[in-house]
């Protein structure tokens, strides 16, 4: 086996796939394009952004024990959200640091969604669940697409990687059609929304949520569906005064700029993960995976999902206590007879983690298990997220657009502002 003398990069299986062992996966060049890497580090967040920034096929780490919160394997579902296969060996069954080791007596102890995808199971060696891919069609990524309906995988092809891609002519969409006017191209006569006639049929016989649900969907909602997408739009239509992207959207009216911008900076703000739209994305990720076929059972729901997911998305506090809110939207799902599978699982996984870590189910994480039920994906979840919470945002921040600068607190409370640095010399503060 040739060994690469200054990286100490071994080439263990010359492929298809290739395989790579080295000890560490900084290792990693622009040269292992589409191979798969056997490597010693652990499986957390930093060695598994620097694997993200190459082309590679999959990746294999060591769990390290799994760590505190299981930061060994936390790495994983970051590639997974990139489309790139990924797992763990038990730190018992191969050595740290020793990318040979993993490779020969490695078995996985985690594996990541795409992974998955091509076989690989936990318990399994890692020699046995790389031997069987050379019999998988599909080129480097081995038939797993990086996004839903997109076919990238020449894109790990050293040449192709940089090869000029075809550009398309036209504009594809299978949601909207605009019939042109005869004599005029550019004026559309009529709007189908996925068939129906937009202006002509759904404009005054359809509520918001009913043609909202046909722009996601591709169909029009039955009474159910309809009712659980009003009911969770409505849960989040305003995050409160106190909340950072309202707080954002007050201060840019305060301080004179246009409402859009006011909008804007208020829903930039609500795309972070606390209380956010990545919570969202997050936490319907995690419920797709948990409702799928053979995935997980309501009576193991809560370790199941904190073993695979071990931040937990869509479970915390709300300042300090239990989220009220997600207790009231599961009420009325329940009472309305709107709870779906996902909400259930989400509700039994919460019973078992509330036992152990007393946190429960927030307002994101409800709503997403809703928009599961309903079909939607990470990316629909999140937007819809946003633009639910949108009228709550405009709402505080026209309410603050005829105020004066002085006449909006800047700190709740003048013992949050707490400077530590130094005094100017001479002065009162410095001789003290």
Known sequence: MPIHPALRVTVVDSGPPKVLAMDSI??????????IVCCGSHGGTSAAQ???????????????????????IRGLD??????????AVDNTSARIGEGIDVWENGRFSAVNQPAEMLGWRVGQSVREAISQLGQVAGGP???VPLAPGRDRSDDTDPENFKAKREISQRLRTSIWKEEPRPGNQFYPERSLCHGYDFYGELLGERPFAHVAYLLLRSELPGPREAAALDLLMTAVINPGPRHWASRAAMNGAVGGTSIGNCVLAGLGTLQGEYHGAQCVADATAMLRWAVGPGNVEPSGAGAALTLRYPGLPGFGLLYSERDGRAERLVELLKSKDLVGPATKLALAAEEDIARERLIWLTLPGVFAAGCVDLGL?????AGLFLISSAPGILAHAAEQRN??????????????YCYEGASPPGTEEDDE
Do not use: C, M
């Open 26 to 35: 900084a290792y990693l060049d622009t040269s292992h394009a589409g191979a």
């Open 50 to 72: 620097f694997a993200a920034r190459f082309p590679v096929g999959a990746v294999v780490f060591n769990d390290a024990g799994f760590g505190k919160e299981a930061a060994g």
């Open 78 to 87: 970051l590639l997974a959200a990139k489309g790139v296969p990924a797992a």
């Open 141 to 143: 990524r081995y038939g």
């Open 377 to 381: 994906t990470e990316d629909q979840a």
């Open 403 to 416: 105020r004066r600068w002085n006449e909006y607190p800047i700190y709740w409370d003048p013992k949050l």
